[in-house]
């Protein structure tokens, strides 16, 4: 069991974020998370990757527990994420934005930070160059000087996945990957996402509202509805499930 | 392609072509460095310029200083501190003590650059004693922090009678010379830019791009915060140690509220997030107070009326989120040109 989530319950003040959430991840595996707006799906990515503390329950990487440590300590662990509405450093190159992702692997400490002694300069060289290696990937090396808020939305959210994969995940979260896209690149991202996959031997969970995406790419669905799981299979059974249909359309409704 | 466009020729672009070949010249820096070490050393000795200009060259210096080392907190970092004051005059106080009471008389030129050092120290101790419990909370809290700090460093050094109390120490020795303020200043901005461009220095700016990102990038937010902040501190109080020797005096009205303003005018006129910034504002500041001298109660209308015209035409100062070429290290500014030419030479063969 990659990551492991049992029982986790969250409280906004008395309001129920997210009640007696489970989640089970092989190594490898592509799962989503799907549900109406508002249903706490985001909130899930904010308790796994430690911007939220659960009020209960815990959450495990392997056999180390998340719950309690700081974000950066999780993102170090391994969990990387992407944001629902872009969140790059505006204004800092494409490059930099890589290489800020780098600071956990970066292994020089402040002195020689102020001195520029010792690893300093090793290190930096390295830096540069896996983050260029990295952007190539992404086919965005041509525009590594460029400030990322100069970029097209697209490369916008390119930048976002390259930035996340800076830091070496075994476990990326995507939040809605596919916002503001129109079907033929909905259709490239799909591709996109089971290509890194591969690449980097990850394992994914996605927040999605596009059902093309979700239904054609992951392996397991896990649905939500004011904070409580409501369904859980694979897309075939999601499809037809009752409360499903009940959530995204009103009681009552015919398929 | 021999066709030169027509607007290539303005002024504009030819003073931006003259620009960029001399920033081209790397070597320059170095060379303007010992050039500047040097006359350091030749002005006092044979008085190239009067008392007056040279006494205006010291507190250049202890202004970039200042303002530099604020630059790091309220411009790379984006948060707002108004306590600079307040750990300049910690700095300044620590070494004014041990040079009217502590130290023998003979060694004291010798000992004061340990005097300074041991106010940066102090500064920076107290530093992380503020930054602790403020950087637990975010953004506006660190400015009333600091203002609180400033309030209680001043009733403290207010009400200590050993420093003098109200009436402050004076009769400080002249200890302060132009070339120890050049060493103190090129210390202060190279130590900060290296930082600057270091894992830590990108954690500083992505703080003020965006902190939970930056968080969930493994940029450890708390431990940068921190680090920015001490070494904010320490150059603070180094400012003031030297500021103590050279005015000879200080009392703990000489470090209010005005003087924090002062600071935070000099990184906003030069522009936030930027060494070469810091030095301009620093020197454009102390020089024009300097001009507008004989303008008397006038000078401090006149000072934020220009402040307000330039945050109406440049709201990040003269060079916001800009740096000269010559302080950007080399492989910052050519690493990924570099990694271009590679591999377009490694893939050559291939094709």
Known sequence: MLLQAEHVTHYFGGLCAVSDFNLNLEHGELVAIIGPNGAGKTTIFNLITGVYHATQGSIRLGDVELVGKTSNEITALGIARTFQNIRLFKELSVIDNVRIAQYGQMKYGTWEAMFHLGGYQTEENRSIENAMNLLEVFKLDSVADESSKNLPYGMQRRLEIARALATHPKVLLLDEPAAGMNPSEIGQLMDFIRWIRKEFDLTIILIEHQMRLVMGICERINVLDFGATIATGVPKEIQNNPRVLEAYLGEGAEV | MATIPLEGT??????????????????????????????????????????????????????????????????????????????????????????????????????????????????????????????????????????????????????????????????????????????????????????????????????????????????????????????????????????????????????????????????????????????????????????????????????????????????????????????????????????????????????
């Open chain 2, 10 to 351: 303005t002024w504009r672009t030819r003073w931006k072509a003259r620009w960029d070949g001399l920033m081209a010249k790397r070597w320059m820096l170095p060379v303007l460095l010992v050039v500047g070490f040097a006359l350091s050393f030749a002005i006092p000795q044979f008085n190239l310029v009067n008392q007056y200009v040279q006494l205006i060259l010291i507190y250049i210096g202890i202004n970039v200083i200042l303002t530099t080392s604020l630059n790091l907190v309220n411009g790379y970092m984006g948060e707002f501190s108004v306590g600079h004051a307040g750990f300049m005059s910690v700095g300044a106080y620590i070494s004014a003590i041990l040079t009217t009471q502590l130290l023998p008389k003979a060694l004291l030129p010798y000992l004061f650059p340990l005097e300074v050092l041991a106010g940066g120290l102090v500064a920076a101790l107290v530093g992380l004693v503020v930054a602790l419990p403020s950087f637990k909370t975010r953004g506006d809290y660190l400015a009333i922090v600091t203002l609180a700090f400033l309030m209680i460093v001043k009733s403290v050094f207010e009400n200590i009678e050993a420093v003098g109390g109200p009436r402050g120490i004076p009769g400080i020795d002249k200890l302060t010379t132009l070339p120890w303020t050049f060493f103190w200043t090129i210390l202060a901005i190279w130590v900060i830019r290296n930082f600057v461009y270091s894992r830590f220095g990108r954690g500083v700016l992505s703080i003020r791009e965006d902190e939970i990102a930056s968080d969930l990038m493994s940029v450890n937010t708390r431990q940068v915060k921190l680090q920015a902040f001490v070494i904010s501190s320490f150059f603070a109080g180094v400012a003031g140690a030297l500021f103590a020797h050279v005015l000879q005096f200080i009392s703990p009205r000489v470090f209010d509220i005005i003087k924090s303003t002062d600071i935070l005018i000099m990184v906003y006129l030069g522009g936030i997030g930027s060494i070469a910034g810091s030095i301009i504002g620093g020197t454009i500041y102390t020089v024009l107070l300097e001009i507008l001298r004989p303008l008397g109660m006038w000078r401090m209308v006149l000072m934020p009326l220009l402040l307000v015209i330039l945050m109406i035409y440049r709201p990040r100062g003269i060079m916001g989120l800009r740096e000269f070429r010559w302080f950007v290290p080399l492989h910052d500014l050519i690493g990924t040109k570099l990694w271009r030419r590679k591999k377009e030479a490694s893939d050559a063969p291939a094709s």
